[in-house]
């Protein structure tokens, strides 16, 4: 122990270092306290927590898995006003979860994280942010699956004299009323934009590459009644926490492995466009020719009838040039624009930060993943020893709650911490090449027969090379049951040795 303080005087390191205050470095936070760990920061680029709940503030936002799934199971929340809460609730409860679980001491903003190198003599990870450098034994990577907004590389855009921003960086004080705006894409973002912003606008333009499958979105206030027996009877949230995770415990199973039943789905999709879309031609335009579910369904009532009214146009081609304030679609459509918004997603499966994570061999994460990403059970690669994701790849869900997923990698994480307790002295773990190849092998074998590959769609869920390496093919209570536990087989236990530096010993 001495000889570790030493190694450390004028230096800063601590046991664990969390990179992200979203959903997953701050359940990851009050994860480490629970299991007696208070040697450990949250590292944060912005200047407060919340991540996703935090960045995206445009007009509509809000989750589309019911707010009492989308939340902790350890700190329900009997408050939610909707059934589909909006961002101020949701990044309201995140500030909530950081005051309750005394998590601000650990908190660390304006904190961006620049490099992370892998130190195989001393095992530890060199960290290096825009407010200095610190050390730590092990690195909980939670800086989002939806962190990074992505705008396409579209010739001209720099010349447009125009407004230009993304959904998730909403530019709330450009007046958006009585303009010519163009939204560019029609994902989840978007869907939530467009019948907000349709009201205020002159006219909007809508480049959708690809028509969406809307269902209908059962959105509700919570009573006054309800609100006080969660209170008064806390397992009555729990109770419904429950069956709002039963159902699509269920339903997940037509994604994964009968996607041929969905077509009845289909059809109540179709329905509930037919009643908002009288103009066949439109109708045309907006009707997928994809499986449902092989792209994220999406939820909203008034989507549709927005698009039907007479200020929107729909154009069925992606943006492809910008020549000034002159919009050209792939199909030749001009528009005429004074702002545009993207709604064009995120990187997802190139995430930015691998590019500075740097392994055992000095390679980073994102050279190690060049072919497609692929981790231990979602959360280790080979070569980057004592260093977890939190929503790593094929951690991702079509149909449910991503909090389930971080939850069932926090147990992980929390099992790996004791491992290397168990363990004693110095050790690290390394996950063997052959257990990630074959983790992988079985997740894509898996994903052979979902909708997700078999759905006939191009979606954000694959990569540059058609591998879907974001989405889990199972039910989050799989995931659950092989989370549970590390298996120390699966890892290579490293030592430090006196002056060589680290070797295998297992
Ligand atoms: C608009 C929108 C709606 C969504 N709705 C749902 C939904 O209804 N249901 C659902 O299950 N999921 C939904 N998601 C997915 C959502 O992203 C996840 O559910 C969850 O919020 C992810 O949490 P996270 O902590 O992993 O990532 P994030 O919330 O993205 O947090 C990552 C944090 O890491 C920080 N960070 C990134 N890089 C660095 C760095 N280099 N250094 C320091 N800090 C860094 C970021 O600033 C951010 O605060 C939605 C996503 C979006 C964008």
């Given at each position: 122990?001495?000889?570790?303080?030493?190694?450390?005087?004028?230096?800063?390191?601590?046991?664990?270092?969390?990179?992200?205050?979203?959903?997953?470095?701050?359940?990851?936070?009050?994860?480490?306290?629970?299991?007696?760990?208070?040697?450990f920061v949250v590292l944060e680029r912005a200047g407060s927590v919340g991540g996703t709940w935090r960045d995206n503030s445009y007009p509509g936002c809000a989750c589309d898995?019911?707010?009492?799934?989308?939340?902790?199971?350890?700190?329900?929340?009997?408050?939610?006003?909707?059934?589909?809460?909006?961002?101020?609730?949701?990044?309201?409860?995140?500030?909530?979860?950081?005051?309750?679980?005394?998590?601000?001491?650990?908190?660390?903003?304006?904190?961006?994280?620049?490099?992370?190198?892998?130190?195989?003599?001393?095992?530890?990870w060199d960290i290096e942010t825009t407010s200095g450098n610190l050390s730590a034994d092990v690195v909980v990577s939670a800086t989002g699956p939806l962190s990074d907004p992505?705008?396409?590389?579209?010739?001209?855009?720099?010349?447009?004299?125009?407004?230009?921003?993304?959904?998730?960086?909403?530019?709330?004080?450009?007046?958006?009323?009585?303009?010519?705006?163009?939204?560019?894409?029609?994902?989840?973002?978007?869907?939530?934009?467009?019948?907000?912003?349709?009201?205020?606008?002159?006219?909007?333009?809508?480049?959708?590459?690809?028509?969406?499958?809307?269902?209908?979105?059962?959105?509700?206030?919570?009573?006054?009644?309800?609100?006080?027996?969660?209170?008064?009877?806390?397992?009555?949230?729990?109770?419904?926490?429950?069956?709002?995770?039963?159902?699509?415990?269920?339903?997940?199973?037509?994604?994964?492995?009968?996607?041929?039943?969905?077509?009845?789905?289909?059809?109540?999709?179709?329905?509930?466009?037919?009643?908002?879309?009288?103009?066949?031609?439109?109708?045309?335009?907006?009707?997928?020719?994809?499986?449902?579910?092989?792209?994220?369904?999406?939820?909203?009532?008034?989507?549709?009838?927005?698009?039907?009214?007479?200020?929107?146009?729909?154009?069925?081609?992606?943006?492809?040039?910008?020549?000034?304030?002159?919009?050209?679609?792939?199909?030749?459509?001009?528009?005429?624009?004074?702002?545009?918004?993207?709604?064009?997603?995120?990187?997802?499966?190139?995430?930015?930060?691998?590019?500075?994570?740097?392994?055992?061999?000095?390679?980073?994460?994102?050279?190690?993943?060049?072919?497609?990403?692929?981790?231990?059970?979602?959360?280790?690669?080979?070569?980057?020893?004592?260093?977890?994701?939190?929503?790593?790849?094929?951690?991702?869900?079509?149909?449910?709650?991503?909090?389930?997923?971080?939850?069932?990698?926090?147990?992980?994480?929390?099992?790996?911490?004791?491992?290397?307790?168990?363990?004693?002295?110095?050790?690290?773990?390394?996950?063997?090449?052959?257990?990630?190849?074959?983790?992988?092998?079985?997740?894509?074998?898996?994903?052979?027969?979902?909708?997700?590959?078999?759905?006939?769609?191009?979606?954000?869920?694959?990569?540059?090379?058609?591998?879907?390496?974001?989405?889990?093919?199972?039910?989050?209570?799989?995931?659950?049951?092989?989370?549970?536990?590390?298996?120390?087989?699966?890892?290579?236990?490293?030592?430090?040795?006196?002056?060589?530096?680290?070797?295998?010993?297992?």
């Amino acid at each position: 122990m001495a000889e570790r303080e030493h190694e450390h005087v004028g230096h800063e390191h601590v046991r664990v270092a969390v990179v992200g205050s979203g959903f997953g470095g701050l359940g990851a936070a009050v994860r480490l306290r629970r299991e007696g760990i208070t040697d450990f920061v949250v590292l944060e680029r912005a200047g407060s927590v919340g991540g996703t709940w935090r960045d995206n503030s445009y007009p509509g936002c809000a989750c589309d898995v019911p707010s009492h799934l989308y939340s902790f199971s350890f700190a329900p929340n009997p408050e939610w006003p909707r059934t589909f809460s909006g961002q101020r609730h949701i990044h309201a409860y995140l500030e909530h979860v950081a005051d309750v679980f005394r998590l601000r001491p650990h908190l660390r903003f304006d904190s961006e994280v620049t490099r992370m190198t892998w130190n195989g003599e001393l095992l530890r990870w060199d960290i290096e942010t825009t407010s200095g450098n610190l050390s730590a034994d092990v690195v909980v990577s939670a800086t989002g699956p939806l962190s990074d907004p992505k705008i396409p590389d579209i010739p001209g855009l720099d010349s447009f004299p125009g407004k230009v921003f993304h959904s998730a960086r909403w530019d709330h004080g450009y007046d958006l009323r009585g303009k010519r705006v163009a939204m560019v894409g029609t994902g989840a973002s978007a869907i939530q934009i467009v019948p907000n912003i349709q009201p205020r606008v002159g006219r909007l333009t809508l480049f959708q590459r690809t028509p969406p499958w809307v269902m209908p979105r059962v959105d509700r206030a919570i009573s006054g009644a309800e609100r006080a027996l969660h209170r008064a009877l806390p397992f009555t949230t729990r109770l419904r926490r429950g069956v709002l995770w039963g159902i699509r415990e269920l339903q997940v199973q037509a994604f994964t492995k009968h996607p041929h039943e969905l077509g009845f789905v289909e059809q109540l999709a179709k329905r509930n466009m037919a009643r908002a879309i009288k103009d066949p031609a439109l109708r045309a335009k907006l009707t997928p020719d994809y499986r449902i579910g092989c792209k994220r369904i999406l939820l909203s009532n008034d989507y549709y009838p927005a698009l039907a009214r007479p200020n929107v146009d729909v154009v069925a081609a992606g943006l492809a040039e910008v020549r000034g304030s002159t919009l050209v679609a792939a199909d030749g459509t001009e528009a005429e624009a004074d702002a545009i918004v993207f709604g064009t997603g995120f990187h997802v499966t190139d995430m930015p930060i691998a590019e500075r994570v740097v392994g055992a061999d000095g390679r980073t994460l994102a050279e190690t993943w060049k072919d497609g990403m692929e981790a231990l059970r979602g959360s280790a690669a080979a070569g980057f020893p004592n260093f977890m994701t939190v929503i790593g790849p094929n951690t991702g869900l079509g149909n449910s709650s991503m909090i389930l997923m971080i939850e069932s990698q926090l147990n992980y994480m929390a099992d790996y911490l004791r491992q290397l307790d168990v363990l004693g002295g110095r050790a690290a773990l390394d996950a063997r090449p052959a257990a990630v190849r074959a983790w992988n092998h079985r997740v894509q074998q898996r994903m052979r027969r979902t909708v997700w590959n078999t759905g006939g769609c191009t979606s954000w869920y694959l990569d540059a090379h058609g591998r879907n390496t974001t989405v889990w093919p199972g039910t989050t209570s799989e995931f659950r049951r092989a989370t549970r536990h590390v298996d120390l087989g699966e890892y290579d236990v490293l030592r430090a040795s006196d002056r060589k530096g680290a070797e295998a010993v297992a």
